[in-house]
């Protein structure tokens, strides 16, 4: 009598993940948890200037001119050599530069009329 290993198709299921006992099981690799690249907070270093554009629309106010903040970035040394402008709810994450910003130049676009001064804020001397 001859034997085959051979086996019907409901017997076979994918692992389960249980190691057989004495037998070691590798960890899995690490859960990268950070957000996507563009979902990332930057954190800013300080804000160097700002502009109303007057080419783009303002999406709180429905009216033509959009703040625009120039933002130097904590560890981005090759963005900051050339900053681009962006659009002020980018620089809503530091309402202390912006309010800092805004006190050394006053003459300044800005800040916008969503803008509110942080309660424990104190210009800087």
């Known amino acids: 009598m001859q034997i085959y290993n051979v086996f019907h198709p409901w017997l076979l299921h ?3 993940g249980q190691p057989l006992p004495g037998q070691a099981q590798e960890l899995p690799p690490p859960v990268n948890a950070e957000a996507p690249e563009e979902e990332q907070e930057w954190e800013v270093d300080e804000v160097v200037d700002s502009r109303m554009n007057r080419a783009k629309t303002d999406t709180a106010t429905k009216k033509r ?7 130097q970035y904590r560890g981005y ?3 900051n050599e050339t900053p681009s402008w ?4 980018d620089a809503a ?3 202390h530069l912006v309010a800092d910003y805004h006190h050394r130049y006053p003459r300044k676009p800005g800040p916008h009329m969503t803008f509110q001064t942080p309660t424990d804020w104190e210009p800087l001397l």
């Not at 962006?86 to 709810?89: A, E, G, K, R, V």
């Open 65 to 71: 001119g959009l703040l625009e903040y120039k933002l």
């Open 77 to 79: 040394e090759g963005w």
């Open 14 to 16: 994918l692992d389960d």
């Open 93 to 95: 994450g530091c309402p």
């Open 86 to 89: 962006q659009p002020y709810w």
